[in-house]
């Protein structure tokens, strides 16, 4: 029981790193950007190029995912997202999912459409024993990566300048601009923060979920559930939700396998009966 414990909480941060970077951009920039799996994607696939053809550490082929995909979200957000803040939602839902198709496309013609394997550095691999509970090193370590990017997120959205200018420019812009903030910087920033997250995510979810062409589509479910159960006014809610989604995930496919996935669709439809807005919302309050 704790095993699976551990499994989930461990699932569940790693859901959290794959979508708090579409939180941040849904709640903080009232930004639908449906494309955020095309991002996480773009990590994974670094890592694998990396590592599989120049043999470069893994351990820096994290960073390396981060940065790259947040390079590629700068661009894409000066090019083509920042024309899109002012339009309708249903607009930004067919723009971004235009671009998921499009990033599946070009995957699939450059890498093939097999699945991507990478090889874990020896201390990552296995398991080992602590007071009666199974402990997975690779899960291990994503736990202690996550709960630092939980802390820095929450405090650099909370604590730092920066976070009070996001905030400030989202609420409202044209005052913001009156203040001296660049928003248009700021929004940059911000948005390469979440692509780099994703792309992080992505890298660290190859050995876990598989890495595709169709990886886009094929958890860009979760990270709505994610975001949706958690709230977007804040790292915290969507945090929980990715515990409260991983556990009853992998403690479900455990105990009841015959019900697949069912069980993480039933528990945000429990969540959203009793709180329609999410966990932590500004509408639940």
Same mark, same amino acid.
């Given at each position: 029981?704790?095993?699976?414990?551990?499994?989930?909480?461990?699932?569940?941060?790693?859901? #959290?790193?794959?979508?708090?970077?579409?939180?941040?951009?849904?709640?903080?920039? +009232?930004?639908? +950007?449906?494309?955020?799996?095309?991002?996480?994607?773009?990590?994974?696939?670094?890592?694998?190029?990396?590592?599989?053809?120049?043999?470069?550490?893994?351990?820096?082929?994290?960073?390396?995912?981060?940065?790259?995909?947040?390079?590629?979200?700068?661009?894409?957000?000066?090019?083509?997202?920042?024309?899109?803040?002012?339009?309708?939602?249903?607009?930004?839902?067919?723009?971004?999912?235009?671009?998921?198709?499009?990033?599946?496309?070009?995957?699939?013609?450059?890498?093939?459409?097999?699945?991507?394997?990478? +090889?874990?550095?020896?201390?990552?691999?296995?398991?080992?024993? #602590?007071?009666?509970?199974?402990?997975?090193?690779?899960?291990? #370590?994503?736990?202690?990566?996550?709960?630092?990017?939980?802390?820095?997120?929450?405090?650099?959205?909370?604590?730092?300048?920066?976070?009070?200018?996001?905030?400030?420019?989202?609420?409202?812009?044209?005052?913001?601009?009156?203040?001296?903030?660049? =928003?248009?910087?700021?929004?940059?920033?911000?948005?390469?923060?979440?692509?780099?997250?994703?792309?992080?995510?992505?890298?660290?979810?190859?050995?876990?979920?598989?890495?595709?062409? +169709?990886?886009?589509?094929?958890?860009?479910?979760?990270?709505?559930?994610?975001?949706?159960?958690?709230?977007?006014?804040?790292?915290?809610?969507?945090?929980?939700?990715?515990?409260?989604?991983?556990?009853?995930?992998?403690?479900?496919?455990?105990?009841?396998?015959?019900?697949?996935?069912?069980?993480?669709?039933? =528990?945000?439809?429990?969540?959203?009966?009793?709180?329609?807005?999410?966990?932590?919302?500004?509408?639940?309050?």
């Amino acid at each position: 029981m704790l095993t699976i414990l551990f499994d989930g909480i461990a699932y569940g941060m790693l859901l #959290f790193v794959l979508a708090c970077g579409l939180s941040i951009t849904l709640g903080l920039m +009232n930004f639908i +950007n449906l494309a955020h799996g095309a991002f996480a994607m773009a990590g994974g696939y670094v890592t694998v190029v990396m590592m599989n053809r120049y043999g470069i550490s893994f351990y820096w082929c994290l960073p390396a995912a981060f940065l790259v995909t947040a390079l590629i979200g700068v661009v894409l957000e000066r090019t083509l997202y920042q024309r899109l803040y002012a339009s309708p939602h249903l607009d930004q839902v067919l723009f971004s999912i235009g671009l998921v198709f499009m990033s599946i496309a070009a995957v699939d013609y450059l890498m093939g459409g097999q699945q991507q394997l990478i +090889n874990l550095p020896p201390e990552l691999n296995g398991r080992f024993e #602590f007071l009666g509970i199974g402990i997975g090193r690779y899960r291990l #370590f994503i736990i202690a990566i996550c709960a630092v990017l939980v802390v820095a997120l929450q405090l650099a959205l909370t604590r730092t300048r920066i976070g009070s200018q996001l905030r400030a420019a989202v609420d409202d812009g044209r005052v913001a601009r009156g203040l001296g903030i660049n =928003v248009s910087v700021i929004f940059a920033l911000t948005f390469a923060l979440g692509s780099g997250l994703a792309g992080l995510g992505g890298a660290l979810g190859t050995e876990l979920l598989g890495l595709d062409p +169709n990886f886009p589509l094929q958890f860009l479910i979760y990270f709505m559930i994610v975001v949706t159960v958690g709230g977007t006014s804040s790292i915290t809610g969507p945090f929980l939700a990715a515990i409260l989604l991983g556990v009853a995930d992998v403690a479900g496919k455990y105990y009841v396998p015959q019900l697949g996935a069912f069980i993480i669709y039933g =528990v945000m439809i429990l969540v959203l009966i009793i709180r329609p807005h999410g966990l932590f919302s500004r509408g639940s309050r």
